[in-house]
């Protein structure tokens, strides 16, 4: 049995396909305030911080 991929997940990836955030959560039926934590989280990581306060962290 495999395991399913989380819609905001197959949204992210349509937004690296070109789909806008907004044109994602319409195409996956999930709401855009979703959408744009899981980029915001995505990018905080990218940068290496905390995706939820926004601190540098230490390596």
């Known amino acids: 049995m ?7 997940h197959q949204a992210l990836d ?3 396909k ?4 907004a044109q ?3 195409k996956m039926e999930i709401s855009e305030s979703s959408v744009y934590a899981a980029l ?3 990018r905080a990581k990218d940068l290496g911080c905390c995706p939820t ?3 540098k962290i230490r390596k």
Request: hydrophobic share 35%; net charge positive.
């Open 40 to 42: 915001r989280k995505t």
């Open 2 to 8: 495999r395991k399913a991929i989380p819609k905001t």
């Open 53 to 55: 306060c926004g601190h």
């Open 24 to 26: 994602a959560a319409r």
């Open 18 to 21: 070109g789909l806008t955030a």
């Open 14 to 16: 349509w937004i690296g």
